[in-house]
């Protein structure tokens, strides 16, 4: 494929993931998007999600991310996994973690977070497209 198909399919596979899950409407009401989709491949390598409140467009600060996992699921290898760290929110409303990401391709993202004022918990499934 090339790397623009790629970025359609993730696009694609992202928006089916965010329909499939059942979630609280409260808690739909939040989405995690990539800052950019496109990541270096490597160890330290920085990827960065905002979390918006829909009916405002708004990004929401202070979420408390509880819950994280990055794994190459969309790229059917969802046993191989990259150790990740989150670096302090300096922007509010976007969140940046550091990932050891071990090889090129799509990994996603998935977090669970809470924020303040909303009883549910809010899941989102980010897909990233690391290259060499
Ligand atoms: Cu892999």
Known sequence: MTP???LFAAIALLAFTIEATPVWAGADDYVFE?????VRNGAGSELAVRLVHKPT???VAGAAIFRTRIDMSPDQMGTMTAKHSPIPETEPGVYRFKADLTMAGRWAFKLMAK???EPATIEGSVIF???D
Do not use: H, Y
């Open 4 to 6: 623009r198909m790629n």
């Open 34 to 38: 990539p800052v950019s989709v496109d």
């Open 57 to 59: 467009g708004k990004l």
């Open 115 to 117: 924020v303040q004022g």
């Open 129 to 131: 497209l690391a290259k």
